[in-house]
T-cell receptor, first 113, second 112 residues
Framework: ETGVTQSPTHLIKTRGQQVTLRCSSQ?????VSWYQQALGQGPQFIFQ???????GRGNFPPRFSGLQFPNYSSELNVNALELDDSALYLC????????????FGPGTRLLVL | GEDVEQSLFLSVREGDSSVINCTYT??????LYWYKQEPGAGLQLLTY?????DMKQDQRLTVLLNKKDKHLSLRIADTQTGDSAIYFC????????????FGPGTRLSVLP
């Protein structure tokens, strides 16, 4: 158990809708990273937030956006959902002073119909 | 760009050793990782190795790093049925922003 929690655990949306996924980081961690894991693949880095600011971004379009709050919890927002957005969305937290280790939450499984 | 490759499947008998292999392309990687994912679950950090090391042992797990060949392996001694899972190799390709690049995962099946 890593102490990283995500909500909801499962979600079904239709194409064109918007979705917000939430992540609470492990106590003492000020960095949150988001990943998309399509079925049968490894996780792909979406972006990272450090002290409420975006701190790096992978190859994802602008309709993927995020926020980090003063308590270091985070949201991932996806607009104009597409069928290919169906995946497991993982968040991982780490400490700014120990950036080599990231601890993952259980993920939110999103299905877009 | 950065790329991490792994064989997709491995099957071993309970009690045998398992060796999961990984190759990566970014020679500037500072850390390399092994994560485990059980069905329906998130990723569990198993172990990691700093790039200036060539071996790390942690109980039943041994990580070997050949930096010249950009090859990383994870050996699990005395493999148990509870070790059945998908194992992901990952590198930090960009230390600024911690851009982890994961391999496709190796599905380990442990047969009784």
């Amino acid at each position: 158990e890593t102490g990283v929690t995500q909500s909801p655990t499962h979600l079904i949306k239709t194409r064109g809708q918007q979705v917000t996924l939430r992540c609470s980081s492990q106590s003492g961690h000020n960095t949150v990273s988001w990943y998309q894991q399509a079925l049968g693949q490894g996780p792909q880095f979406i972006f990272q937030y450090y002290r409420e600011e975006e701190n790096g971004r992978g190859n994802f379009p602008p309709r993927f956006s995020g926020l980090q709050f003063p308590n270091y919890s985070s949201e991932l927002n996806v607009n104009a959902l597409e069928l290919d957005d169906s995946a497991l969305y993982l968040c991982a937290s780490s400490s700014g002073t120990h950036q080599e280790t990231q601890y993952f939450g259980p993920g939110t499984r999103l299905l877009v119909l | 760009g950065e790329d991490v490759e792994q064989s997709l499947f491995l099957s071993v008998r309970e009690g045998d050793s398992s060796v999961i292999n990984c190759t990566y392309t970014d020679s500037s990687s500072t850390y390399l990782y092994w994560y485990k994912q059980e069905p329906g679950a998130g990723l569990q950090l198993l172990t990691y190795i700093f790039s200036n090391m060539d071996m790390k042992q942690d109980q039943r797990l041994t990580v070997l790093l050949n930096k010249k060949d950009k090859h990383l392996s994870l050996r699990i001694a005395d493999t148990q049925t509870g070790d059945s899972a998908i194992y992901f190799c990952a590198e930090i390709a960009d230390n600024y922003g911690q851009n982890f690049v994961f391999g496709p995962g190796t599905r380990l099946s442990v047969l009784p």
